[in-house]
């Protein structure tokens, strides 16, 4: 599937727009019907769970609002899931971490890329605390690609691992 054709992602926008529809009416059209109960499970118990279940039952503008995060949700998960963006394992298959700071400490003048400033003198975990001095430029950016990755993936698997608040019956 190309995901630069301009149709493809209208169509894309088209069917998340009325999945948001289809929740929402869904939402309306079939109401909690217990109220009262759900106030005094509020009042009754002090457990967050409880009072947010709760608050999601008596105020429709909460549910509707949460209705709305959890689409928004959905549709970056599939966005990331149909991306061509790298996956961990891109930054896990090779031998050695922090390569171009590896090669610069072994190769003082034979270096294609060195570093723009003084780098660690040792590859070590906290390195770059105790000497204060950081990694190889192109060592930073995979670092900050690799944090960032990490985070979106962590992300998905909560958003996967959530169930969307559905209407009750």
């Not at 009262?36 to 039952?57: G, N, P, Q, R, T």
């Not at 922090?98 to 590859?123: C, D």
Request: overall charge negative.
């Amino acid at each position: 599937m190309n995901t630069n054709d301009p149709d493809i992602a209208w169509l894309e926008s088209e069917r998340n727009s009325w999945n948001l529809v289809l929740c929402l009416y869904q939402n309306r059209l079939y109401p909690p019907k217990d109220k009262e109960d759900a106030m005094e499970v509020a009042v009754k118990h002090s457990s967050e769970k409880e009072i947010v279940s709760s608050l999601y039952v008596v105020d429709n503008n909460v549910k509707e609002s949460q209705l709305v995060v959890d689409w928004l949700e959905k549709i970056a998960a599939d966005q990331l899931e149909s991306s061509a963006a790298p996956r961990l394992g891109h930054f896990m298959d090779k031998t050695v971490a922090w390569e171009n700071t590896l090669h610069q400490l072994q190769s003082e003048h034979n270096i294609a890329y060195s570093s723009s400033r003084h780098i660690v003198a040792s590859l070590e975990p906290d390195a770059q605390l105790r000497q204060n001095r950081p990694l190889h430029d192109l060592d930073m950016e995979d670092e900050a690609r690799l944090l960032q990755q990490v985070f979106t993936e962590i992300r998905f698997v909560t958003i996967s691992r959530s169930s969307i608040v559905t209407p009750s019956n």
